[in-house]
T-cell receptor, first 110, second 116 residues
């Protein structure tokens, strides 16, 4: 079983739409959770960390459900510039490396 | 903010030759460097973890004699793909972190390797 599983999409949404991505992780003892954004042929960039209490950064809201081992990312009022691949990332217990999901491809259409 | 410089950004080499990829942390001391590989439409897969001054720890299925990693200083780590073959063509990317709580990870810009 993969450490991190994501729906690869693609998600094609119109500008202004709200879109949600989900991700599950296999190790219940995982300790840190992130959403990264990766543009084509570029390195991943940290979008936001994910906390148990949920956190929001502008149009982006991340949620963590430890009981269900589930992480979500909500993007409101989608912009064309949001088009990218969104990677769900988890740090395993007792280690400091990152496990990446395969990513969910989002295209925002004018 | 923390910056990791990776080069070359792309390289084309002949089958059987070796290619060296460098990652330098420009404004912080990278105690740990991670090397990832990403094939098209796939996730980043961790190849190895290197701590400064120690031998790298390789993930299962990654040949340590083929992918030589050196992390001799706190600001430089290198990955050498030896005797490259077309199946080694991929996007290679490094990520550095410092041994401090919640320091975070900084990625290099990646190297696209094509072996012909």
């Amino acid at each position: 079983r993969k450490e991190v599983e994501q729906d690869p999409g693609p998600f094609n949404v119109p500008e202004g739409a709200t879109v949600a991505f989900n991700c599950t992780y296999s190790n219940s003892a995982s300790q840190s959770f992130f959403w990264y954004r990766q543009d084509c042929r570029k390195e991943p960039k940290l979008l936001m960390s994910v906390y148990s209490s949920g956190n929001e950064d502008g149009r982006f809201t991340a949620q963590l459900n430890r009981a269900s081992q589930y992480i979500s990312l909500l993007i409101r009022d989608s912009k064309l510039s949001d088009s990218a691949t969104y990677l769900c990332v988890v740090t395993p217990p007792g280690a400091n490396n990152l496990f990446f999901g395969t990513g969910t491809r989002l295209t925002v259409i004018p | 903010g923390a910056v990791v410089s990776q080069h070359p950004s792309w390289v084309i080499c002949k089958s059987g030759t070796s290619v060296k990829i460098e990652c330098r942390s420009l404004d912080f001391q990278a105690t740990t460097m991670f090397w990832y590989r990403q094939f098209p439409k796939q996730s980043l897969m961790l190849m190895a973890t290197s701590n400064e001054g120690s031998k790298a720890t390789y993930e299962q299925g990654v040949e340590k004699d083929k992918f030589l990693i050196n992390h001799a200083s706190l600001t430089l780590s290198t990955l050498t793909v030896t005797s490259a073959h077309p199946e080694d063509s991929s996007f290679y990317i490094c990520s550095a972190t410092r041994q401090a709580a919640n320091y975070g990870y900084t990625f290099g810009s990646g190297t696209r390797l094509t072996v012909v």
